[in-house]
């Protein structure tokens, strides 16, 4: 009967060892994978770091519309975060593609529908950063517009475009990561449908008396200027 | 963009007649009367030339709504020369472009019917018609066409609340940067020599970017560079339409923008220039008529104060943290005593300036924000200037100016290391 113990333990043992012995081609194609893209990383982020130097992007990162990347970059440095995105991603695609050499059904799929995914994720930066440009362009023009109008509530309306375009871009990123669903598009609808209404009704009622007055300003002056008032420009 | 307002055979068939020696353009479009009006008025401008010179035989009329006539017959100048005109009519601008435009082409138009018919000289007239006089054409023509000078500038009549962002910002800006003392630098009315018409139409001196060169913008500059021979010459009053309040900060956006872009491309010019020096006058200066009443300056110390609360943000971009504490101060003061010192005023300039150029933030955005500032210069000047006579306006004015040549300094270390401070 101890033969027959020994016997299935010796088994089981030698089963163990071929399935260990059958994962080293893989690990060991994923620690070249890791150490290639290691190496691919370093070039790469020296290349993007000294791009990046010469067109002083830490200074013009705040002039397109990101002051905020400044603030949660490490030391500071804009530049620092982009190198270090770049380096992290091309390590991570390493170990990815190290990790299908296992040839196990199961991760082969995970990364492949990982690169799949990849595009959707490209494109959602794409959108969140366009929306973002487009977002502060438009609130500085309504907030100039408006102060030239002399209308008092101009930082709320430039606020309110401003929090709309991106409460879209954010919208529209999420529809590209397929992330909630139908909840997303209900809870963009409110939210945006809310400060829509929320605009309308601090210009249209709640303000009624101040646009009233801002508008009686405005035509009263207008033709009392042209009526008192010489001035010309040039 | 030029457009061809004479034709390839209608300027053929004034060669066969022996050429133009003037061109004059009438670019006002909204001039009443009969549509002949401004054409007869220059014709008799031309006649006293004519009986003057004894030099001028043909001329080339092109008229925003003039009639058309390309077959006008030789006419007797007053000293028995004949005297033929040929009248055209300018290309009329698109729907969809602004006036500020429509100008600057239908400039381009005469400059170039002008330079294909190689004139002796030419003369443009933009202001409203309701104040021109044969004299005005005559006055901007014959400096040119005499007495060898390239640029006659106009010299008007003003009463103290009129060519306020001249006075503020154009005049003694060109003063500073050009060394050129001009009362209109921007014209809109001026005379050109044939030399200087031709260097005008020349190839665009470093290029900026794809920016056309607004010809209003970038005549007086063009003559101070160049070595160009520029005088004045007194027109009187000139006839100004209403204020459009609510299109201000268009207004500014269309005469400043080419102004700086004008600047950047003069920038190793001016850099080198220190002091400025008047040119010659000639015609009689005229005294104002009484002005109509004193300003009501609430508006724009409402404007002022609220830019300064509004658009503090984005005056941060290009203005230094000491002029902003300024503006603070200044935006809480009484009325009484809401006085904008010249260099603080000057400073703004030229930060505004520098700004345009390192496009710290989108120009249009820029030139559009400067509106609050100028409307507190305005209020600033007419509460300063509410009981002055002429005489202490011209001096005020020209303390202004002399703080834009002492600033100067400041403009050159600022645009030459622009790094060295960024707000």
């Known amino acids: 009967m101890w033969d027959q113990v020994g016997q299935a333990l010796n ?96 991760t082969s799929q995970f990364v492949i529908r990982l690169f799949a995914y990849l595009p959707n994720v490209l494109a959602a930066v794409v959108v969140l950063a366009a929306g973002s440009i487009v977002a502060r362009f438009l609130a500085r023009s309504v907030l100039i517009g408006a102060v030239n109008m002399n209308l008092q509530y101009a930082r709320l309306l430039s606020a309110g475009v401003k929090w709309l375009v991106t409460v ?55 033709s009392s200027l042209n009526m008192r008032e010489p001035v010309g420009h040039l | 963009m030029e457009m061809d307002a004479v034709s390839q055979p209608e300027l053929e068939r004034i060669q066969r007649a022996g050429g133009a020696d003037l061109v004059v353009g009438i670019l006002d479009a909204d001039h009443d009367g009969e549509p002949g009006a401004a054409v007869a008025m220059v014709r008799e401008a031309l006649a006293a ?51 500020q435009r429509g100008i600057s082409d239908a400039y381009r138009s005469v400059f170039g019917a002008a330079g294909k018919l190689e004139v002796r000289a030419c003369g443009v007239i933009a202001s409203h018609l309701a104040a021109v006089t044969p004299q005005w054409i005559y006055r901007l023509i014959q400096p040119a066409l005499e007495l060898d000078f390239d640029l006659v500038a106009p010299r008007y009549t003003r009463h103290k609340l009129e060519g306020l962002l001249n006075r503020s910002v154009l005049a003694p800006l060109h003063r500073a940067l050009y060394g050129m003392q001009l009362q209109n630098p921007a014209g809109p009315d001026f005379g050109l020599s044939g030399k200087f018409l ?49 299109n201000l900060s268009s207004l500014l956006a269309t005469v400043l923008g080419p102004a700086f872009v004008e600047m950047e491309r003069q920038a190793a010019f001016w850099q080198r220039i220190r002091g400025s020096s008047a040119v010659p006058a000639f015609g009689y200066p005229e005294t104002a008529s009484e002005d109509a009443g004193a300003m009501d300056v609430r508006r724009m110390l409402e404007s002022f104060q609220l830019g300064t609360q509004g658009l503090r943000d984005v005056w941060g971009l290009i203005l ?51 509106t609050p500032l100028y409307l507190g210069w305005i209020a600033s000047y007419a509460l300063e200037m509410e009981s002055a006579g002429p005489a202490e306006i011209e001096a005020r004015i020209e303390l202004l100016a002399k703080a834009y040549e002492v600033g100067k300094p400041y403009l050159v270390s600022r645009w030459r290391w622009p790094d060295r401070f960024n707000p």
């Open chain 1, 168 to 222: 879209l871009a954010v919208a529209m990123a999420l529809e590209h990561l397929s992330i909630g669903g139908g909840i997303i598009r209900l809870a963009f609808g409110i939210l945006f449908g809310g400060i829509v209404l929320a605009l309308a009704l601090a210009v249209g009622l709640g303000s009624k008396e101040l646009v009233s007055r801002s508008l009686d300003r405005e035509v009263g002056k207008t």
């Open chain 1, 11 to 106: 088994q089981s043992m030698n089963r163990m060892l071929s399935e260990m012995a059958s994962l080293l081609p893989g690990a060991v194609a994923l620690i070249a994978a890791l150490l290639v893209s290691i190496l691919v990383a370093w070039v790469l982020a020296a290349i993007v770091r000294r791009s990046l130097t010469k067109i002083d992007f830490d200074r013009r990162s705040a002039q397109w519309g990101f002051p905020a990347l400044a603030e949660w970059a490490p030391a500071k440095s804009p530049t620092r975060l982009a190198t270090r995105a770049i380096a992290w991603t091309v390590v991570l695609i390493g170990f990815l593609i190290g990790i299908s050499a296992f040839d196990v059904a199961l």
């Open chain 2, 198 to 246: 031709q260097r005008t139409l020349g190839p665009e001196l470093g290029s900026l970017r794809g920016y056309e060169r607004d010809p209003m913008a970038s005549i007086a500059p063009t003559a101070a560079s160049g070595g160009f021979r520029v005088c004045e010459t007194h027109l009187g009053a000139r006839s100004q339409p209403p204020t459009d309040w609510m």
């Open chain 2, 320 to 370: 230094p943290p000491t002029t902003l504490l300024e503006l603070r101060k200044l935006s809480r003061l009484p009325p009484d005593q809401f006085r904008m010192r010249d260099d603080l005023w000057v400073r703004i300039v030229y930060d505004f300036a520098l700004g345009h150029r390192l496009r710290t933030i989108s120009r249009d955005h820029l030139l559009r924000s400067i």
């Open chain 2, 49 to 99: 030339l004519c009986a003057d010179l004894n030099r001028v035989a043909r001329a080339v009329v092109l008229c925003n709504n003039g009639t058309q006539s390309p077959a006008a017959a030789p006419e007797a100048g007053s000293g028995g020369q004949p005297l033929t005109v040929f009248s055209y009519t300018l290309t009329a601008p698109g729907p969809a472009e602004s006036p």
